[in-house]
Nanobody
């Protein structure tokens, strides 16, 4: 089922920045909402941020003001720019494509997504 490719993770100090990318070789993202999720050890996967085809965005409260989601449909790629990273941001980050026609209610409900990336590890530590 893995059809998206997430990249850009790494080790960064608190207060640092990273930019994640979500590519979709063989798939189209242009007509779809893309969402970033994350999962840390012992915790459930949680939604982080979404962007629709009109570039409307939505953020979890925990990342508002620090993370920015964007997309470049000419490259069939979505991005998550993360600033002022905190140790609690440490997780595996996944991107996913919202099922076509699905609405934005309960946006972070994982069953609404039909394609997922393999995840990229983000570690925030001094």
């Amino acid at each position: 089922e893995v059809q998206l490719q997430a990249s850009g993770g790494g080790l960064v100090q608190p207060g640092g920045s990273l930019r994640l990318a979500c590519a979709a070789p063989g798939l189209s993202l242009e007509r779809y909402t893309v969402t970033w999720f994350r999962q840390s050890p012992g915790n459930e996967r949680e939604g982080v941020s979404s962007i629709n085809t009109n570039h409307d965005t939505y953020y979890a409260d925990s990342v508002k003001g620090r993370f920015t989601i964007s997309r470049d449909d000419t490259k069939n790629t979505a991005y998550l720019s993360m600033n002022n990273l905190k140790p609690e941001d440490t997780a595996v980050y996944y991107c996913a494509r919202l099922r076509y026609g699905a609405n934005w209610s309960n946006l972070f409900e994982m069953g609404k997504y039909d394609s997922w990336g393999q995840g990229t590890q983000v570690t925030v530590s001094s």
